[in-house]
């Protein structure tokens, strides 16, 4: 099943009057449980390519389908909607809401769905062991280390079993090791609940650990690589 | 949603210092305004109060046209029905005869024009304050009977007249006849009221001395009832006016009698709704820009939460609820304070006697007793809301409209 279908999508950006192409008409399939990344070159469109298909930003021309909703047709609050039930995002880091605990940032998600509490609980719990954090989840995101902040960050993307998790460079302010052990939680979590991963990276380490491979440069795609 | 609330009460306490001065400013706004609500009560009261415990009692009955025209003439002996109606009406304590009539006192040394009152004492004690108002330590005592051929004159106009306790003054004015009348009474005793006017212009005589002084046999001026409570007047007064059928009597309350009283009271409440709009004019903007200053310093992490589906209206009500924390934590830290205060006031009282004479001005007395009603505790403590609340507003509306993509930049 097509998870992702992007078609000709182009994205220009406007700065001071002069227009800067970011992505050129890239046409991209991801079926649903793929463990991708996107790699290419500072500026080639990683970050808008993912923007795009997280519904945080609209593409100027081509169409986006991500698990069989046109995002194009929806409404800022239909976005909002889409993407707490849909997608999870991680970002390259400042991911969780400062003042909640762990098990906190991981709930949210959930309340904001509407779940019981007792049922918020148990779920947020139960991610936060399988990313190994059981004993910290009480904790505030300042007194945990960047890696647990960014494990604490998949918990919460994963959390309410989303149809995709996009992360934009999630080991970027990590150490290898600690980088490495980020990706086998993810790895875990594709596996197990299939859920589909696409990342973008500079990272040998991300690169070499997903499933296939797509380039971009300069707004177009490349190479595109399958592993399996 | 509890948890909006939740983060809007975690993010006070980010930067205590800044909220602290916002619930600080907040509860000293709504402690001052509990001040001076209380104490304008308490001026309001007094005045209101002491008009009726001087002059006007709670209502008053007299024939019709007298208020218009207080002319001897227009002096009335009231009926039999009538006075039966006034011992048999509910909420009636008491009621007293008086004659008045303007006049002239003159001493050796000078003279006044003054409102010669002729009174029942006994009567007299249970309607007004006048016999309380007495000064014993200036020698005198209260008149005993209505037949009492003596003065009791303000301490105040003794002064001015150079008399004392004993001393003879004359009374002079015009008669039914419009013939001049008079008689030398001696001081029997001096008084001060809480109003200075009054004193100045009030002095009293036995009612049976002054009847026959003026001609008028056993008429009267007026009978001033005093009642239980002067703000549930109107059901008494409506009784008494079915009680006594007489299209030549008119029965009037204190309010009828003294409308720019209640004018006053009115005012003086508008000119502190007037002040207190300023005041919290000021407080919204401060509120405003600490909200402001709070959306943009966190603009990162509303954009991560609308990245992660929050929608507008619950970031939105984030930033109201925080709103609504400060306004509450500066309401309690106002109000609680500002109820103890006001309450052991309301048992001192404030003494105003250094500033004596402008307060007696006022008719209010040199004490003031502030009194808080409930009612005015739950207004202030809406207009704080009120004042938080549209304070919220476009601080709430600019986090709603973040653009999660931009934010997400800004870290
Ligand atoms: N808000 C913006 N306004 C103007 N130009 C932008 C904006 N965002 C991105 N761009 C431009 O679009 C192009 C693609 O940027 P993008 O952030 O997608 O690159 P990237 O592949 O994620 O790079 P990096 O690896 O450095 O994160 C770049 O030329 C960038 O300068
Ligand atoms: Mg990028």
């Given at each position: 099943m097509s998870m992702i279908v992007l078609e000709n999508v182009e994205k220009d950006y406007l700065h001071h009057g002069k227009k800067i192409p970011a992505l050129r008409g890239v046409s991209l399939i991801i079926q649903s449980g793929e463990f991708s990344a996107l790699a290419g070159p500072s500026g080639s469109g990683k970050t808008t390519l993912l923007n795009i298909i997280g519904g945080l930003d609209a593409p100027t021309a081509g169409s986006v389908t991500v698990d069989g909703t046109a995002l194009t047709?929806?409404?800022?609050?239909?976005?909002?909607?889409?993407?707490?039930?849909?997608?999870?995002?991680?970002?390259?880091?400042?991911?969780?809401?400062?003042?909640?605990?762990?098990?906190?940032?991981?709930?949210?998600?959930?309340?904001?769905?509407?779940l019981e509490k007792k049922e918020r609980r148990e779920r947020a719990e139960a991610v936060l062991t399988e990313v190994g954090l059981q004993d910290l989840m009480r904790r505030l995101p300042h007194e945990l280390s960047g890696g647990q902040q960014q494990r604490v960050a998949v918990a919460r993307a994963i959390v309410s079993a989303p149809a995709i998790v996009l992360a934009d460079e999630p080991t970027a302010n990590l150490d290898q090791k600690t980088?490495?052990?980020?990706?086998?939680?993810?790895?875990?979590?594709?596996?197990?609940?299939?859920?589909?991963?696409?990342?973008?990276?500079?990272d040998p380490m991300v690169m070499e650990r997903s499933e296939r491979l797509?380039?971009?440069?300069?707004?177009?795609?490349?190479?595109?690589?399958?592993k399996r | 949603m509890k948890i909006f609330f939740l983060i809007g009460w975690r993010n006070?306490?980010?930067?205590?210092?800044?909220?602290?001065?916002?619930?600080?400013?907040?509860?000293?706004?709504?402690?001052?305004?509990?001040?001076?609500?209380?104490?304008?009560?308490?001026?309001?009261?007094?005045?209101?109060?002491?008009?009726?415990?001087?002059?006007?009692?709670?209502?008053?009955?007299?024939?019709a046209g007298f208020q218009d025209d207080m002319k001897l003439q227009n002096s009335f002996s009231p009926s039999e029905t009538a006075l039966q109606s006034l011992e048999q009406t509910p909420g009636i304590l008491a009621y007293a005869p008086r004659i008045q009539l303007e006049g002239m006192i003159r001493s050796s040394e000078a003279s006044r024009g003054?409102?010669?009152?002729?009174?029942?004492?006994e009567?007299?004690?249970?309607?007004?304050?006048?016999?309380?108002?007495?000064?014993?330590?200036?020698?005198?005592?209260?008149?005993?009977?209505?037949?009492?051929?003596?003065?009791?004159?303000?301490?105040?106009?003794?002064?001015?007249?150079?008399?004392?306790?004993?001393?003879?003054?004359?009374?002079?004015?015009?008669?039914?006849?419009?013939?001049?009348?008079?008689?030398?009474?001696?001081?029997?005793?001096l008084y001060q009221s809480p109003i200075d006017s009054f004193d100045k212009y009030v002095i009293y005589t036995g009612l049976d001395t002054l009847a026959k002084m003026a001609g008028i046999g056993n008429r009267i001026s007026r009978i001033v009832v005093r009642t239980e409570n002067r703000d549930a007047v109107d059901p008494v007064a409506a009784h008494l006016r079915a009680a006594v059928p007489d299209p030549g009597i008119e029965i009037l309350t204190w309010k009828d009698m003294a409308p720019n009283l209640l004018s006053a009271v009115a005012l003086f409440d508008a000119m502190m709704y007037i002040f207190f709009a300023i005041i919290f004019t000021t407080v919204v903007f401060s509120i405003a820009?600490?909200?402001?200053?709070?959306?943009?310093?966190?603009?990162?992490?509303?954009?991560?939460?609308?990245?992660?589906?929050?929608?507008?209206?619950?970031?939105?009500?984030?930033?109201?609820?925080?709103?609504?924390?400060?306004?509450?934590?500066?309401?309690?830290?106002?109000?609680?304070?500002?109820?103890?205060?006001?309450?052991?006031?309301?048992?001192?009282?404030?003494?105003?006697?250094?500033?004596?004479?402008?307060?007696?001005?006022?008719?209010?007395?040199?004490?003031?007793?502030?009194?808080?009603?409930?009612?005015?505790?739950?207004?202030?403590?809406?207009i704080v809301m009120g004042t938080t609340l549209t304070a919220a507003v476009y601080p709430a509306v600019k986090a709603a409209r973040i653009k999660p993509l931009e934010a997400l930049h800004f870290i």
């Open positions: 047709a929806l409404s800022p609050r239909e976005l909002a909607d889409m993407r707490l039930r849909k997608i999870g995002f991680v970002f390259q880091a400042y991911n969780l809401i400062p003042v909640l605990s762990a098990l906190e940032n991981v709930e949210y998600v959930l309340l904001l769905q509407g980088g490495a052990m980020l990706m086998d939680i993810m790895h875990e979590m594709n596996l197990k609940k299939g859920i589909t991963f696409l990342f973008s990276t500079h797509i380039r971009l440069s300069d707004g177009n795609i490349v190479s595109d690589e399958s | 006070l306490w980010r930067n205590k210092r800044r909220s602290l001065v916002v619930i600080s400013s907040i509860a000293l706004g709504i402690f001052a305004m509990m001040f001076s609500m209380a104490l304008m009560n308490g001026l309001n009261n007094q005045m209101v109060e002491n008009t009726i415990s001087t002059s006007l009692g709670h209502i008053a009955v007299q024939r003054v409102l010669i009152i002729g009174i029942d004492p009567k007299e004690k249970s309607v007004s304050g006048i016999a309380e108002y007495l000064l014993p330590d200036q020698g005198g005592t209260f008149l005993l009977n209505r037949g009492d051929r003596e003065l009791l004159i303000s301490k105040t106009l003794a002064e001015k007249l150079d008399l004392m306790v004993g001393d003879k003054a004359v009374i002079l004015f015009q008669d039914v006849d419009r013939e001049i009348s008079g008689a030398a009474l001696n001081v029997r005793g820009n600490v909200l402001i200053m709070a959306v943009m310093e966190r603009f990162h992490e509303i954009g991560v939460m609308k990245s992660i589906g929050t929608r507008p209206v619950w970031i939105g009500a984030m930033v109201v609820f925080e709103a609504v924390n400060l306004a509450l934590a500066g309401l309690i830290a106002g109000v609680v304070p500002g109820l103890l205060l006001v309450g052991a006031l309301s048992v001192t009282g404030i003494d105003f006697s250094f500033y004596m004479e402008s307060v007696r001005v006022w008719g209010t007395g040199a004490v003031v007793y502030p009194s808080i009603k409930p009612m005015d505790v739950w207004v202030s403590a809406l």
